[in-house]
């Protein structure tokens, strides 16, 4: 009986070392594989922090370039705006085949008690969608762009006071506006400006080659450069 437990003994520990054996076999292999999984897992995280650096990187490069040319996209629109510094713009005057500028320029001038000589080019300007085109007057100084339109805003000056030549009584009572010739991209800014802000801003206007827009009479001007400007303005009343 216990030569036949020592059988049994030994057979039970030879099943069990084999057993231990495979288990080990088994763990050592499974050992190597997550070392193995380990170390592609220390090169993919080495990679993508490579990666996020270079996207980094990238982000910024890209927002440089963007301030660049948006910096670049305002100097030329400044210098374009530069070149009509000196240029008034006209409107309420119906177009006539046979009209003489140089001539209505003259009795707006003197309308205005302003020196007539100081107009140096008059041209009218080609409408669009139908609408009749406006009159640029080149004047000899920027600064008597201002003196004109000071004067147009003490003075109601009406198409009748300056040409004859009216379609109907109704259209000789329009009033004749003067105003400062903007770029077409300041004349967009502006109007987009005055579309969305109206309701926040009490002031909205154009100087010095700027759009600019005051809320209250105290308020210092706040420039308008572009589009996301006026966003982040009109986002500004809800808060």
Same mark, same amino acid.
């Given at each position: 009986? *216990? /030569? ?21 076999? *088994? ?10 999984? !380990?170390?592609?897992? @220390? ?22 370039? @963007? ?9 030329? =629109?400044?210098?374009?705006?530069? +070149? $009509? ?8 005057? &119906?177009?006539?085949?046979?009209? !003489? %500028? ?5 009795? %707006?001038? *003197? ?6 000589? +100081?107009? *140096?080019?008059?041209?009218? %300007? ?21 003196? #004109? ?5 003490? @003075? ?7 040409? &004859?030549?009216? &379609?109907? &009584? ?6 004749? $506006? %003067?105003? =400062?010739?903007?770029?077409?991209? !300041?004349?967009?800014?502006? #109007? ?6 109206? @309701? ?6 154009? +100087? ?9 009479? !105290?308020? /210092?001007?706040?420039?308008? =450069? ?14």
């Amino acid at each position: 009986m *216990s /030569k036949l437990l020592r059988d049994i003994s030994l057979e039970v520990k030879k099943a069990v070392k084999m057993e231990l054996a495979s288990v080990n076999e *088994s763990l050592s292999s499974w050992c190597i594989k997550m070392d193995t999984i !380990n170390a592609t897992l @220390e090169i993919l995280t080495e990679k993508v922090k490579d990666l996020e650096k270079k996207n980094m990187y990238l982000t910024n490069q890209n927002t440089h370039l @963007e301030l660049k040319v948006n910096a670049m996209e305002q100097q030329i =629109r400044n210098m374009e705006q530069k +070149q $009509l510094d000196n240029v008034l713009e006209i409107t309420g005057i &119906p177009e006539n085949k046979d009209e !003489n %500028l140089e001539k209505l320029s003259s009795k %707006l001038a *003197s309308k205005l008690k302003v020196e007539k000589r +100081q107009a *140096s080019m008059v041209k009218r %300007l080609k409408g669009r969608d139908g609408k009749e085109g406006v009159i640029q007057v080149v004047l000899q100084q920027k600064e008597q762009v201002d003196q #004109w339109i000071r004067a147009a805003r003490t @003075e109601t000056i009406a198409l009748e006071d300056i040409t &004859p030549n009216a &379609p109907n &009584p109704e259209v000789a009572k329009r009033r004749v $506006l %003067l105003r =400062r010739a903007l770029t077409k991209a !300041n004349k967009t800014l502006l #109007w987009q400006a005055k579309q969305t802000l109206k @309701e926040t801003y009490k002031y909205i206007w154009f +100087q010095g080659g700027k759009v600019l827009a005051r809320k209250f009479d !105290n308020d /210092k001007p706040v420039i308008i =450069r572009s589009s996301c400007d006026i966003d982040k303005l009109s986002s500004q009343k809800y808060r």
